[in-house]
């Protein structure tokens, strides 16, 4: 299910409705069920949406731990590969959460409201391509943190370096073309507007 819809973060919703009809237990019965998981750290719960639909996620790792458990059989290491972030949004094991919380509430408050999961999706897979880099993604969190990007880059680049490129619109393209071809004034005045030309020619086909 996450897999289909990254956005969800692994949460879906069902109705007392569907819980009747797919799994044949009555109210007090899911209630009942859903305190007992939730305690055993097996299941996540939340009432959210328009109409306050019940929410739930399945914390798999947790229960393929107890389910190693109950077989009396040693629990793989490579079993815990999420841990929560302040929003209780899953990430990798491997992320240094301190800096990832901080990052994310760097941008909560600079956006005014919490990062969507698609937007947490997209900064992980960042960090973990430069992580694949052997980078240390824990100088370029504090980075991004303390200057207050969006993302996370190489180190010794800004992100600023993208917005250098004055937009050129087809009136200054005309503009430039006309005085181009102006045979009235001096040599270095009709000079001076073919190398400006030139130079918005060359932002065009650089983009």
């Given at each position: 299910?996450?897999?289909?819809?990254?956005?969800?973060d692994g949460?879906?919703?069902?109705?007392?409705?569907?819980?009747?009809?797919?799994?044949?237990?009555?109210?007090?019965?899911?209630?009942?069920a859903r305190?007992?998981?939730?305690?055993?750290?097996?299941?996540?719960?939340?009432?959210?949406?328009?109409f306050n639909?019940?929410?739930?996620?399945?914390?798999?790792?947790?229960?393929?731990?107890?389910?190693?458990?109950?077989?009396?059989?040693?629990?793989?290491?490579?079993?815990?590969?999420?841990?929560?972030?302040?929003?209780?949004?899953?990430?990798?094991?491997?992320?240094?959460?301190?800096?990832?919380?901080?990052?994310?509430?760097?941008?909560?408050?600079?956006?005014?409201?919490?990062?969507?999961?698609?937007?947490?999706?997209?900064?992980?897979?960042?960090?973990?391509?430069?992580?694949?880099?052997?980078?240390?993604?824990?100088?370029?969190?504090?980075?991004?943190?303390?200057?207050?990007?969006?993302?996370?880059?190489?180190?010794?680049?800004?992100?600023?370096?993208?917005?250098?490129?004055?937009?050129?619109?087809?009136?200054?393209?005309?503009?430039?073309?006309?005085?181009?071809?102006?045979?009235?004034?001096?040599?270095?005045?009709?000079?001076?507007?073919?190398?400006?030309?030139?130079?918005?020619?060359?932002?065009?086909?650089?983009?």
């Amino acid at each position: 299910m996450e897999s289909k819809a990254p956005h969800r973060d692994g949460w879906f919703w069902k109705t007392g409705k569907d819980l009747a009809s797919e799994i044949g237990v009555t109210r007090r019965g899911y209630e009942v069920a859903r305190t007992y998981l939730t305690k055993l750290g097996v299941l996540d719960f939340k009432k959210g949406g328009i109409f306050n639909k019940m929410h739930f996620r399945v914390n798999a790792e947790k229960l393929l731990k107890l389910v190693y458990q109950v077989k009396g059989l040693p629990i793989p290491q490579d079993i815990n590969e999420y841990q929560l972030d302040s929003d209780g949004f899953r990430v990798p094991n491997w992320m240094p959460i301190k800096l990832w919380n901080q990052f994310i509430g760097m941008r909560q408050r600079k956006k005014g409201r919490a990062m969507l999961n698609i937007d947490k999706k997209k900064r992980i897979n960042e960090l973990k391509a430069l992580r694949d880099q052997k980078l240390d993604i824990h100088l370029i969190m504090e980075e991004s943190a303390i200057k207050g990007w969006a993302a996370f880059y190489k180190p010794n680049f800004s992100p600023a370096a993208k917005s250098l490129t004055v937009p050129v619109t087809q009136e200054q393209i005309n503009a430039e073309i006309k005085a181009a071809r102006e045979p009235k004034g001096t040599r270095s005045t009709k000079e001076t507007a073919q190398e400006n030309l030139k130079n918005i020619l060359s932002n065009i086909l650089k983009k």
